[in-house]
């Protein structure tokens, strides 16, 4: 069973260097008691470029803290929960691991594994580390995107639990693979029953220039 490190949320601020919209709400941080988990996010949490983050298939953003350890001996530096602009701080469940379609558990919410992070400007030029977008992309520990099944109320310590996994499916990090240019995997993401609407978008791409 997993758990709730940590609940977290961002406001939209004013940032010169964030993208197109100069204005981010990538800066998470922690809330205290429960927070409700609604169709389209997280307590009242901000999304500043709508084009490309929220909506019903990324309501949620979840990271292991194992995987923001992991982070931590390499670039030796703290990163409190919410640096990476997760909504949900998870512990002992297998994000990375998880295939679309799969179900959580999470606090009073039920929640659902749609894609994973895929690393962009306003995220590189947030931590401002030289190289981070390729750094990220190499190493494949992108956490997970989900959309929200049923509503609910999560707060830190809140069990976290794998209630659902499909019988055929494909993993976040070969959902990574498959944005990345892999036919094969972009295939069968295509092939999921309820997959989410942007892999029809994003397989044009791929299956286009990877011809």
């Known amino acids: 069973m997993g758990r709730v490190i940590?609940?977290?949320?961002?406001?939209?601020?004013?940032?010169?260097?964030?993208?197109?919209?100069?204005?981010?709400?990538?800066?998470?941080?922690?809330?205290?008691?429960?927070?409700?988990?609604?169709?389209?996010?997280?307590?009242d949490d901000e999304q500043a470029d709508k084009d490309n983050h929220g909506g019903h298939d990324q309501a949620v953003y979840a990271y292991a803290r194992e995987d923001l350890d992991w982070w931590i001996d390499q670039l030796q530096r703290e990163l409190p929960p919410g640096t990476f602009g997760e909504n949900l701080t998870l512990s002992g469940i297998d994000v990375n691991g998880a295939l679309l379609g799969e179900r959580w558990r999470v606090g009073?919410?039920?929640?659902e594994v749609t894609a994973p992070r895929v690393p962009c400007s306003v995220f590189r030029n947030w931590l401002d580390i030289p190289g981070w977008?390729?750094?990220?992309?190499?190493?494949?520990?992108?956490?997970?995107?989900?959309?929200?099944?049923?509503?609910?109320?999560?707060?830190?310590?809140?069990?976290?639990?794998?209630?659902?996994?499909?019988?055929?499916?494909?993993?976040?990090?070969?959902?990574?693979?498959?944005?990345?240019?892999?036919?094969?995997?972009?295939?069968?993401?295509l092939a999921l029953p309820g997959h989410a609407a942007d892999w029809d978008e994003i397989a044009e791409r791929v299956l286009r220039d990877s011809a």
């Open 6 to 43: 940590s609940v977290n949320v961002g406001h939209i601020f004013d940032a010169d260097w964030a993208g197109r919209v100069k204005r981010t709400a990538i800066d998470k941080r922690p809330v205290a008691g429960r927070v409700p988990v609604h169709a389209l996010g997280v307590g």
């Open 108 to 111: 009073g919410a039920l929640l």
């Open 133 to 189: 977008v390729k750094w990220f992309t190499e190493v494949e520990r992108t956490g997970a995107y989900l959309r929200v099944l049923e509503e609910g109320e999560v707060a830190a310590g809140d069990p976290a639990t794998v209630e659902h996994r499909p019988a055929d499916s494909v993993t976040i990090v070969e959902s990574f693979r498959a944005f990345h240019g892999d036919r094969a995997l972009m295939r069968r993401i």
